[in-house]
């Protein structure tokens, strides 16, 4: 069972930036980052193929966020030009499986989830 840790969320100002950080224990193929505002669905966001190190970003934060790997076990989420609309709870969720890079943004793709990690851009 693979255990999976959000970090960097926080509070900032429309147009700041912040960078969450997902940690994972064990092998994982692939790793996305989703987001769940108040009630809405839970969305994607980003998702990365680690091993083609194929990337896929929602269109609504295209060019605003990206998403990187670290080594084996960590993923990031960069996060610029912040708007209120981006303030959700954050998860990170990992699989063992590739996950081919169409298909990236979709929730039945993981088999692990993080927590969350809360993050809320104030006008």
């Known amino acids: 069972q693979a255990q999976v840790a959000e970090f960097g969320g926080g509070s900032v100002q429309t147009g700041g930036s912040l960078r969450l950080s997902c940690r994972a224990s064990g092998y994982s193929a692939s790793v996305a980052w989703f987001r769940q505002a108040a009630g809405k669905e839970r969305e994607g966001v980003a998702g990365?193929?680690?091993?083609?190190?194929?990337t896929r970003v929602a269109d609504s934060v295209k060019g605003r966020f990206s998403i990187s790997q670290e080594g084996a076990s960590t993923v990031y989420l960069q996060m610029n030009d912040l708007k209120p609309e981006d303030t959700a709870k954050y998860y990170c969720?990992?699989?063992?499986?590739?996950?081919?890079?169409?298909?990236?943004?979709?929730?039945?793709?993981?088999?692990?989830w993080g927590q969350g990690t809360q993050v809320t851009v104030a006008t």
């Open positions: 969720a990992t699989s063992r499986a590739d996950v081919p890079t169409a298909q990236l943004l979709r929730t039945d793709a993981y088999e692990f």
């Open positions: 990365i193929w680690k091993s083609y190190a194929t």
